[in-house]
């Protein structure tokens, strides 16, 4: 390589070019300009032309749309008392990706939450790709604070609504019961869970990667509460029904037992209560058959309560008078293959004594003068056969076949209640109806919810029948039992065999359905008590008439009904008044003979 020298003798190798300062320096210029013009449209890029795909990825991570709760209407009887209410809860909830982050936490957060450790790890490990899991759900405010107070990161709480039933199992079946998301499940609660529930609303806040919020950004949607409901029931005549019917089942040890009382001018339902029952307020394990509304969903055969249907649909057909005569000896008559007969021989009776004494017999040769059709039509104008319209969820239509179907022994042993099956709610209807002079309304669960009255029976008809009912629980009736002091009462006994294998058991289901008072009526009550010992007694007259009685005795001086039964009503409190005279004059004449140190005397003319 040949070299040249410089100016100071420094060699240098000869033809490279000599160093350009220059031109380096607009190279760099270039450069930096260029990635300056670069990261200027990588900018507007962003934040111009393909901003929202990023705001969402960065919304992704930290901005969260929660909701707010709300809380369901509340729900109350017709004189304004709670009967479900929404009370305020928390909700501790966990981000797994945080606990697990933490493993030496766990068994704190474990003790604390009262679960086993290893349950916990993997209920969370199940979720390390999640950022949400409930721990524990719908607790006291309290208990939620002591677990937060352990610091342990990733745990929170939220604001939820737990339903409580202040009346407990005495309402149970016609409230029902809301499951953990609070959306009613069965009864009222299930019916009208629309109204009751409310809208949620939603907000958007923004979390730190920690889950903590840390900005409330916007209202997305304002909250609306769920709207309240007011029942057709009272509480107090409710109550009344739920204890003595409960009282009943326990003299009896029946297998279960239902109670429905509705306004007979309106069909409001006043009352509605089953045994067993269960506590809506913890409705976890337990017998689900418990559950079940057994007024509206389980089917019957009416037995003797059938009578006074039968009687009215012949007397509005003409073919019988209440003078006309019916002879029921020798206290049986042929039924096909079978007998239809009567607890004793009555001998001959007139229509209201068919009524009187539950005669089969009697109803049985009244049936016989009615045609086929003309029966299906009057009892199917009572609501038989199909649905009251109450709107109850899993309510039954019962049983009543047309005449096509039926054999040469169905309509007379339907006359006295066999071979068809309702409700207790479709009989208290039908007798609401007879007692609301033939006009029948659809019972409701709602105050103030009526539906237009239907003339379905004759009224001289059906009060006719109302006075026959009558002599049931007068001296000689089959429900003396059902008599109350002050008022006249209509009613029917009924004492039906169970089905069983193709044929009728040994056990037996009782009932009495009645109207009260008769003059003019304002309760219609059905009793039915199923499977009772026979060694405790089985007949409707022994066992659901004191319910009866005791329930609207109770009811009729809560709603200040008047009495219609004075005379009997004055006698008594006469009566009652010389009682205690006599008492006060006997303990008088006791006092007399101790003071004169002679041995105690009854005074004269007292009564030991």
């Not at 001018?265 to 209560?273: F, H, Q």
């Not at 000896?329 to 001959?348: A, E, F, K, L």
């Not at 105050?447 to 379905?456: D, L, W, Y």
Request: hydrophobic share 40%; glycine share 10%.
């Amino acid at each position: 390589m040949k070299f040249r020298a410089d100016r100071n003798g420094i060699k240098k190798p000869r033809g490279r070019a000599r160093f350009n300062l220059r031109g380096r320096l607009m190279l760099v210029a270039g450069t930096l300009g260029a990635c300056a013009l670069a990261l200027v449209w990588r900018t507007a890029d962003l934040q111009l032309v393909d901003n929202a795909y990023y705001q969402r990825k960065a919304d992704a991570r930290f901005l969260r749309e929660i909701p707010i709760p709300t809380s369901r209407g509340m729900i109350t009887d017709r004189n304004g008392e709670p009967l479900a209410v929404s009370s305020p809860v928390d909700t501790v909830w966990g981000n797994p990706q945080e606990l697990l982050k933490a493993p030496d936490r766990l068994p704190a957060l474990a003790e604390v939450l009262g679960v086993p450790v290893e349950h916990l790890t993997r209920k969370l490990t199940q979720r390390a790709d999640k950022e949400f899991v409930y721990l524990k759900r719908r607790i006291n405010p309290a208990e939620a604070q002591r677990i937060l107070a352990r610091k342990i990161p990733g745990v929170f709480s939220q604001r939820e609504f737990r339903r409580f039933y202040p009346q407990g199992e005495a309402l149970a079946h016609v409230l029902g019961f809301t499951n953990i998301d609070d959306l009613g499940q069965e009864g009222v609660e299930l019916a009208f869970d629309e109204w009751l529930r409310g809208k949620p609303g939603a907000q958007k806040i923004i979390r730190d990667r920690r889950g903590r919020i840390v900005e409330h950004v916007d209202l997305v949607r304002a909250a609306e509460p769920g709207k309240d409901l007011v029942l057709s029931i009272d509480r107090r005549i409710q109550y009344l029904a739920y204890r003595e019917l409960k009282r009943t089942m326990l003299e009896t040890s029946a297998a279960s037992g239902s109670a429905v009382v509705l306004d007979v001018a309106t069909g409001e339902v006043l009352a509605m209560a089953n045994l067993p029952s269960f506590n809506p307020n913890n409705v976890s394990g337990g017998n689900r058959d418990a559950h079940r509304n057994r007024a509206v969903t389980d089917l019957i055969e009416p037995g003797s309560t059938m009578k006074p249907i039968t009687v009215a649909a012949a007397l509005q057909a003409g073919v019988i008078t209440p003078g006309t005569m019916f002879n029921t000896n020798p206290g049986w008559m042929p039924n096909g293959r079978y007998r239809t007969t009567d607890h004793h021989n009555y001998g001959v009776l007139d229509t209201t004594g068919v009524i009187t004494k539950s005669s089969n017999v009697g109803a049985a040769k009244i049936a016989q003068l009615l045609p086929d059709t003309t029966f299906d039509a009057f009892v199917r104008q009572l609501g038989f056969g199909e649905q009251t319209g109450s709107g109850f969820p899993g309510e039954a239509a019962g049983l009543f076949p047309p005449p096509a179907r039926w054999s040469g022994t169905s309509k007379q042993t339907m006359s006295y209640g066999y071979g068809l099956s309702a409700t207790p709610l479709q009989i208290a209807r039908a007798y609401a109806t007879l007692g609301n002079h033939g006009r029948a309304v659809t019972p409701t669960f709602v105050k103030g919810q009526r539906s237009e009255p239907v003339q379905v029976v004759d009224p001289e008809v059906a009060d006719t029948v109302l006075k026959m009912m009558q002599t049931v629980t007068e001296p000689g009736g089959t429900a003396t039992q059902a008599a109350i002091l002050g008022y006249h009462v209509a009613g029917k006994t009924g004492t039906a065999r169970k089905a069983s294998g193709g044929g009728y058991s040994r056990r037996y289901v009782a009932f009495f359905a009645g109207l009260v008072p008769v003059d003019n009526p304002r309760f219609s009550m059905a009793v039915v008590i199923d499977d009772p010992d026979p060694a405790q007694g089985y007949y409707g007259g022994l066992v659901s008439a004191p319910v009866f009685q005791r329930v609207m005795d109770g009811a009729l001086r809560l709603m200040d009904v008047p009495p219609d039964d004075i005379e009997t009503w004055l006698a008594a409190q006469a009566e009652a008044e010389a009682k205690k005279a006599r008492e006060q004059a006997r303990r008088d004449g006791v006092q007399v003979g101790v003071r004169a140190g002679a041995t105690p005397v009854v005074a004269a003319g007292a009564t030991p």
